[in-house]
């Protein structure tokens, strides 16, 4: 019986070894491709934003790191991709997060063109609510869209807030936090990148460069 057990509880041991080495294998297998479509996903997604006709550069060749914990809603260093027309600054593509959306952290990126107004808005990852709170999907919803060509005077600006809180964004039926939280988030970028514009274009790129 002991010798039983001791032989069930190796194969056990074996087999999971096996496992953990066959996940290790596909990972590194893999690693490129993932990264390739990342690349990709990453192209389309600018390309939806900041639109090829107002500018004449590669916007993944022209990415910088910005920090800014309250206007960003994280800590960490968010990629900011510039876009430019014969070596000008034109527009920008900022990846930000609305820390407050009602399942969790929601990262999107906002294009914003050099006078200040949204060229577009789209929503990179989420953990909402199927069906209530994924509206701020594109493929889901025309509701990100509704930030198209906006602009802000300041903070206290009273269009940029959901209705129900007297502003001229919907809010979703059943679900007004995740939309709250994404108005919130887009007005804080908007802001941001008013106030520190000259700062962020001439700022170096630095995505993808080791600090350590």
């Not at 790191?65 to 600054?89: C, Q, R, S, V, W």
């Not at 970028?189 to 700062?199: C, R, S």
């Amino acid at each position: 019986m002991k010798k039983s057990m001791i032989k069930n509880g190796l194969l056990l041991a074996l087999f999971a070894l096996l496992c953990t080495a066959l996940v290790a294998v596909v990972n590194d297998l893999t690693r490129d491709q993932i990264k390739a479509q990342e690349q990709q996903q990453l192209l389309q997604v600018l390309g939806q934003i900041i639109p090829t006709s107002i500018h004449d550069n590669v916007l993944t060749d022209n990415c910088t790191l910005l920090n800014d914990a309250e206007a960003l809603g994280t800590e960490e260093d968010m990629p900011a991709f510039i876009a430019t027309k014969d070596g000008k600054p034109v527009a920008i593509a900022i990846e930000t997060i609305a820390p407050d959306g009602y399942s969790g952290a929601i990262k999107l990126i906002v294009g914003i063109n050099s006078k200040g107004e949204v060229l577009g808005v789209r929503t990179l990852s989420h953990q909402e609510t199927p069906g209530l709170g994924d509206k701020i999907e594109l493929k889901k919803s025309n509701w990100v869209l509704g930030f198209n060509h906006k602009t802000i005077e300041s903070a206290n600006d009273k269009q940029w807030g959901v209705k129900k809180d007297g502003g001229g964004f919907d809010q979703f039926t059943g679900a007004t936090i995740t939309p709250r939280a994404y108005v919130k988030a887009v007005k804080n970028t908007l802001l941001y990148f008013n106030a520190n514009k000259q700062q962020i274009f001439s700022q170096p790129l630095t995505c993808g460069v080791s600090h350590e």
